[in-house]
């Protein structure tokens, strides 16, 4: 059972497209929602996150909305480039339960040129 | 510069073999966790310590035990290998306390295929 369900499970879009990811969580104990990007061949490594208590956070072409009814929130990639072909992890921790973070499924994006 | 470094990229192993995957932090962090990576299943978390000699299950302990004897040393083990626990697997780390960014710092994974 997926606490943090993520799609669509891949994604292709041209340079300077807007691909969108969604995430969905089902316990309302969350309390921070990070996303991870991983390239071929590394580690996941902290792209941007944020907590519920705020809509929208901006880090560059990055974008987080976060809808705390719905219990859904998604990255968006403003103009995007080839070098942001990447695999998406979207992800959420409670600080009651230590902050261990479940994932989602993953997102593989493609830019084409 | 941060660096979580596993001892192995690749390896490929039989059935009922034993199986050690290693993981040496250099940031001084107490906390590690191993994470396994499947297609369509993002991150599983397998065990994670949050001191030296300490350990807690993940989601998905079974089959796998860990070791914790340094601080900057996480081993995974795999007691029998299974088919099914071919896998990418991840360690990770990250620093203790209040204000934590969420960030956790990972290795370039340990791909084990077995056979």
């Known amino acids: 059972q997926q606490q943090v369900k993520q799609s669509p499970q891949s994604l292709i879009v041209q340079k300077g497209g807007i691909p969108i990811i969604n995430c969905a969580y089902e316990n309302t104990a969350f309390d921070y929602f990070p996303w991870y990007q991983q390239f071929p061949g590394k580690g996941p490594a902290l792209l941007i996150a944020?907590?519920?208590?705020?809509s929208e956070k901006k880090e560059g072409r990055f974008t987080i909305s976060f809808n705390k009814s719905a219990k859904q929130f998604s990255l968006h990639i403003m103009d995007s480039q080839p070098g942001d072909s990447a695999t998406y992890f979207c992800?959420?921790?409670?600080?009651?339960?230590?902050?261990?973070?479940?994932f989602g499924g993953g997102t593989r994006v493609l830019v084409k040129p | 510069d941060v660096k979580v470094t596993q001892s192995s990229r690749y390896l490929v192993k039989r059935t009922g073999e034993k199986v050690f995957l290693e993981c040496v932090q250099d940031?001084?962090?107490?906390?590690m966790f191993w994470y396994r990576q499947d297609p369509g299943l993002g991150l599983r978390l397998i065990y994670f310590?949050?001191?030296?000699?300490?350990?807690e299950k993940g989601d998905i302990p079974e089959g796998y035990s860990v070791s914790r004897e340094k601080k900057e040393r996480f081993s995974l083990i795999l007691e029998s290998a299974s088919t099914n626990q071919t896998s990418m697997y991840l360690c990770?780390?990250?620093?203790?306390?209040?204000?934590?960014?969420?960030?956790?710092?990972f290795g370039e994974g340990s791909r084990l295929t077995v056979l």
């Open positions: 990770a780390s990250r620093p203790p306390g209040q204000g934590w960014s969420g960030e956790l710092f």
């Open positions: 310590s949050y001191d030296v000699k300490m350990k």
């Open positions: 944020i907590r519920p208590d705020v």
């Open positions: 992800a959420a921790s409670m600080q009651a339960a230590g902050n261990k973070l479940t």
């Open positions: 940031m001084d962090h107490e906390n």
